[in-house]
């Protein structure tokens, strides 16, 4: 057996990337069938958040999960928790084994490992979702304690409760939105009808980004104690395959944002449209500025050959191990270089993960836009970037409501981390043709002898970003030009963009931290010095600078709670 | 574009190798490689001496570890001309 590109449509069915297109607008498709009434997605499992007295005095599955299903149609009205998470399982783990026949992968391997990582990550995502460590303080807790006590917390996005709570008291005939000021015992009262506010000692209000951290820390401890069953994941713990897939949804997610961010505050198209070019000058910037300062450091202070600072220089400043591959391809390096330093990257990028989403919120709460992107440019791998996006935005926007009260719409500081990223991705096959022309004609140069095939640059593109695209103009498309089926659209794409891209995410994190063996750094003293002084004092400042440059002033939309 | 000589390309940690059903050839560069496949063809007995022939050399990215075959899929293809 041997796999060699040839022709343009090779691959298609054999590698990741194309079946994290295959899986994506497969159930893209099937979200938009609730255009005509059919909910082909509601089966999907969505996390709820529990709280654990209440759990203890009365345990039920369902109180962890429930069907997605919207209103496109009834037919999972009757679903408990149990059923959509087994149903879930069923699907995904159906399709993506189609998808790892395909792959060549071993398949029994493939489906004992997915089983494993699938109940593994729902387990982490539904313990990160009980109410101490995840729900939001209510602004009237926020702002008015005396009244309403500093302990009332939301089950669900803090900005309905903050409503019911209002509406309770206006039917109370105390309407606060016109200046009334309610009684320590009405607010009580309204408080105590609204089903999912709820009065607990503490709170930690990480929102979903506790999960996540849940999830990334689980799979790192089988990742590096638990060393034999990670061998045992091995076969299904892709993250790449997940996280591109996930991206896949998250272009339905931005073609919603355009849509109706727009319509709501006014600006967000535009908002989408300045992450977008700003994400391009970003990238380019990238590209032109970290390379040769990262290439003149490998050559000039470690005395590395040319092949291996060139491809160290693409793996720490472009987008890691894809970018070490395609340059060491371009440059004909032999392929053990590429290999060695795809497992610094893999590494590394877990510490980059680990580090900075908890560092920009600390250091720079006040630009979540500027944050976003500056995790795009530095960041490696896709996995590693869309995971510390998501973290990221999660952290960010708890913390900023618990400071301001404010609240800002979730998932913009993650598109503003993936959008960055995807330019760069963009463009490797183009950066490692250029480069193979160099190698190639100037630096070893045998007149005649080699040539450069363009096809080198298809054959490098990202292929996942074609469905990432199709699915937020398809989305956009559908909206902008049958607006009459709008709202039934946007029934099955919330249930594809929402519990389906966040379970993505959530396996990518168990399944990068299972992938990752921090024992491989052992031996690779120099250029792990290399990697670490390249990523902290030049790539990571660098590319906040550039961040702020091209980012600075855009900021989320504000949910406003009234 | 056709080349007139197929090749799968792999390297096993000290030389190149690029062979089809007819030839297999090896060399510690890639230049050594395509003196050896000019060697290997002209033994062959399947050219003329002084043909002008395309040699499309791909390589076979399933010699890399699967764990990192996620992240890319695609090492390089080169095409050389030999005169034999």
Redesign the interface.
């Known amino acids: 057996m041997s796999e060699v590109n040839r022709k343009w449509t090779d691959g298609m069915l054999a590698t990741e990337d194309w079946w994290a297109v295959w899986v994506g607008l497969i159930l893209f498709g099937a979200g938009l069938l609730s255009i005509w009434g059919i909910d082909a997605v509601g089966w999907m499992a969505k996390t709820k958040t529990w709280e654990w007295s209440k759990f203890v005095a009365d345990p039920s599955f369902n109180m962890f999960l429930k069907a997605a299903h919207g209103k496109a149609g009834k037919a999972y009205e009757g679903m408990g928790g149990f059923g959509s998470l087994i149903v879930t399982f069923l699907v995904f783990g159906g399709i993506t084994t189609i998808g790892a026949y395909f792959q060549k992968l071993d398949v029994k391997k493939y489906v004992l490992g997915f089983t494993c990582i699938f109940f593994i990550t729902f387990a982490s995502w539904m313990a990160g979702h009980e109410a101490h460590f995840k729900a939001a303080m209510t602004s009237q807790s926020k702002l008015q304690s005396e009244i309403y006590g500093n302990d009332v917390y939301c089950m669900t996005k803090v900005h309905k409760c903050t409503r019911k709570i209002n509406k309770a008291l206006k039917k109370m005939g105390i309407d606060v939105l016109g200046g009334q000021v309610p009684t320590q015992e009405q607010a009580a009262m309204a408080v105590g009808k609204v089903k999912k506010a709820i009065r607990l000692s503490w709170g930690l209000q990480l929102g979903g980004g506790f999960s996540y951290i849940l999830s990334l820390l689980v799979g790192l401890f089988i990742g590096n104690f638990l060393k034999g069953f990670a061998g045992f994941l091995k076969e299904a713990a892709k993250p790449e395959w997940f996280i591109k897939t996930a991206i896949v949804y998250l272009g339905v997610k931005l073609g919603h944002m355009s849509i109706s961010s727009t319509a709501k505050v006014g600006g967000g198209g535009e908002l989408m449209l300045d992450l977008a070019l700003s994400g391009a000058a970003a990238a380019f910037v990238a590209y032109l500025i970290f390379w040769p300062i990262v290439y003149a450091l490998g050559r000039k202070a470690f005395n590395l050959r040319r092949d291996a600072s060139a491809v160290l220089a693409s793996g720490i400043s472009i987008c890691g191990v894809s970018a070490a591959i395609a340059t060491a391809g371009a440059i004909r390096a032999r392929p053990i270089l590429p290999i060695a330093v795809s497992m610094l990257i893999v590494v590394f990028a877990m510490v980059e993960l680990l580090v900075l989403p908890a560092a920009y919120t600390a250091l720079a709460p006040d630009q979540p836009i500027v944050n976003a992107a500056a995790m795009g440019m530095t960041v490696k791998t896709d996995g590693a970037d869309a995971a510390a996006g998501a973290i990221l935005d999660e952290l960010m926007v708890a913390n900023h409501y618990t400071k301001t009260g404010e609240l800002w719409e979730e998932d913009w500081i993650l598109a503003g981390a993936v959008l960055t990223k995807i330019w760069i991705d963009v463009f490797i096959g183009v950066w490692a043709f250029v480069l193979a022309l160099i190698w190639v004609y100037k630096v070893e140069r045998k007149p005649g002898q080699s040539r450069v095939g363009a096809s080198e640059i298809w054959f490098r593109f990202p292929k996942f970003v074609i469905g990432y695209f199709i699915a937020w103009l398809t989305y956009v498309a559908v909206v902008v030009w049958f607006p009459e089926h709008a709202k039934h659209a946007d029934a099955g794409a919330k249930v594809v963009q929402s519990p389906m891209r966040k379970m993505m995410f959530m396996l990518t994190f168990v399944a990068i931290g299972v992938i990752t063996d921090f024992s491989k750094l052992k031996g690779m003293g120099r250029l792990t010095l290399l990697y670490a002084i390249a990523l902290f004092a030049i790539v990571a400042p660098i590319a906040y600078v550039v961040s702020y440059i091209f980012h600075h002033g855009l900021m989320p939309p504000v949910v406003v709670a009234g | 574009?056709k080349a007139d000589v197929e090749l799968?390309l792999t390297?096993d940690?000290n030389k190149w190798i690029g062979q089809n059903e007819q030839i297999v050839a090896s060399g510690e560069s890639?230049?050594d490689l395509?003196e050896e496949v000019k060697c290997a063809l002209q033994k062959s007995g399947s050219y003329a001496a002084g043909a002008q022939l395309t040699v499309?050399m791909?390589?076979?990215?399933?010699?890399?570890?699967?764990?990192?075959?996620?992240?890319?899929?695609?090492?390089?293809?080169?095409?050389?001309?030999l005169v034999l």
Do not use: A, I
């Open positions: 574009m799968k390297h940690g890639l230049n395509d499309f791909g390589f076979d990215f399933e010699t890399f570890p699967r764990w990192l075959r996620q992240y890319h899929n695609h090492y390089f293809n080169r095409c050389v001309s």
